[in-house]
């Protein structure tokens, strides 16, 4: 009788620590600053048609950001591996946890993120290059739209996922270049802004009267901050990275502050930057809300829109340049750990022998990104998460005190350790709160693309 021949179980694969703490920050910084900065505070003043309350929103947003991002330290420094939020999830809550987190991930909260940013970019391109317009429409269906916008939104997905595919070093010295020309260029607006003979001093810091709001102030002031914290969000990335990080038990939380930290301090500056060259009902009303664009111009003068609209959309296009490599790089390892643990298709948990980089993954990404791009409803999908992301931000630090039960390291050292994560719950709870009562079109779809994934993860544990 012949022997039986059993095969080889795999060992676990780990993916080779090559990133340095420079390059974690620069992971998180660039990929939070995209096209929202100089876009989302037109529609922020209209909502709180205040001063004092604009403003507000953005301490709030760089408080509530930076306290998410210290909470997510501790957790980083237990959980150094692939997924990063992904992992913390599984952790806390079992399989179905991580892999709700990762299915809504990988439908739309990353891949819907990317297609915005691509397409953000193309538009902005648009400005320089006029034949890069949404007019010039080559085919429109139900379900389909092509036009340049969209094809230079899908060739620049694949080129920079090709380039992630090379190697992470690649990838993250890129990163670092685009985020520094970034920072620099934010850094030239704000003091533009802030160094011309302002109106800050003249600005009326008073609360709008009830009359004026078209929901309570309590609401209205939730609602405002949605734009605010996404154009903030994405700080999480770095922790999908975290194996790939050298001393990642050390670095990826120090990334996360430091990186959280600039971004918000910038975010605020910026928007008093443009108090200070333009009324608070001339942001309101900035043509196709871009707000940095008009404030230019009320720094060059009236005659020099053109200018103003060219140097922007310079500025903007390194921005969500830049933002777009950090999304591909970081974003496809939670498919990748997703698969590696077994949750998902197989073939996405294989790296590249020569580059030890997830390159299925990476590719399945761009394609999904891709597809988004020609629906041209990435925008709606990405409207009907925005609860669900700040529900599984709460569920991790929640997740963190459970966790805590059974692994003492991670229970709170300090009075610190205690306040700033109850804290950060609170306020995203508030704002989860106030976007089901008075924006429920935000909140349902979103809470029914993550109850899909419910019959997909027994479809896929069944296989």
């Known amino acids: 009788m012949g022997s039986v021949t059993h095969p080889k179980v795999a060992p676990p694969r780990v993916l080779p620590r090559r990133l340095g703490l420079l390059d974690a920050t620069t992971i998180v910084a660039g990929s939070m600053i995209g096209s929202g900065i100089f876009i989302v505070s037109a529609d922020i003043a209209r909502q709180v048609r205040s001063a004092s309350l604009f403003l507000l929103v953005w301490i709030f947003t760089a408080l509530v950001t930076v306290a998410g991002a210290w909470s997510y330290g501790r957790l980083a420094m237990v959980f150094p591996k692939a997924g990063g939020q992904y992992v913390y999830l599984r952790e806390a809550w079992g399989d179905l946890g991580g892999f709700l987190y990762g299915w809504a991930a990988l439908l739309v909260i990353q891949t819907g993120t990317i297609a915005a940013v691509g397409v953000a970019f193309a538009k ?25 916008v969209e094809l230079v939104a899908i060739l620049l997905i694949a080129l920079l996922t090709w380039w992630n595919t090379t190697s992470v070093e690649n990838g993250a010295r890129l990163q670092n270049l685009f985020t520094a020309a970034k920072v620099f260029s934010l850094v030239g607006l704000l003091a533009a802004c802030l160094l011309a003979s302002g109106r800050i001093g003249a600005v009326s810091w008073k609360l709008p009267p009830a009359s ?14 949605v734009g605010s914290l996404f154009s903030a969000d994405a700080w999480n990335n770095v922790t999908f990275l975290a194996e790939e990080v050298k001393d990642a038990e050390h670095n990826v939380p120090r990334a996360l502050v430091f990186g959280t930290g600039l971004v918000t301090v910038l975010y605020v500056l910026a928007n008093v930057a443009y108090l200070n060259v333009l009324p608070l009902d001339g942001i309101a009303k900035a043509p196709e809300d871009r707000v940095a664009t008009a404030a230019v111009a009320a720094v060059a ?19 969500t340049f830049g933002c777009l490599n950090g999304l591909i790089l970081a974003g496809a390892r939670v498919l990748y750990a997703m698969s590696r643990d077994n949750l998902f298709f197989p073939v996405f948990a294989r790296v590249s022998a020569k580059t030890q980089i997830p390159v299925p993954a990476l590719v399945a990404q761009a394609v999904w990104s891709g597809l988004l791009c020609l629906t041209g409803k990435y925008g709606d999908l990405l409207d009907y998460v925005i609860t669900t992301v700040l529900i599984f931000y709460i569920a991790t630090i929640v997740g963190r005190w459970k966790l805590a039960r059974t692994l003492p390291v991670l229970a709170p050292q300090s009075a610190a350790d205690r306040i700033v994560p109850a804290l950060y719950v609170a306020a995203t709870a508030y704002v989860s709160i106030a976007l089901a009562i008075y924006k429920p079109a935000y909140t349902v779809p979103g809470l029914v693309i993550v109850a899909i994934g419910v019959p997909a993860f027994f479809l896929f544990r069944r296989r």
């Open 124 to 148: 902005y391109l648009g400005v320089l290059v006029p034949a890069v317009s949404s007019e010039h429409l080559w085919l429109q269906a139900k379900f389909l739209r092509l036009s340049p």
């Open 212 to 225: 004026e709001l078209a929901i309570p102030l309590l609401g209205a002031f939730a609602v405002a901050t």
């Open 301 to 319: 003068g009236s005659g020099e829109a053109g200018l103003a609209s060219t140097i922007m959309a310079c500025v903007i296009l390194v921005s």
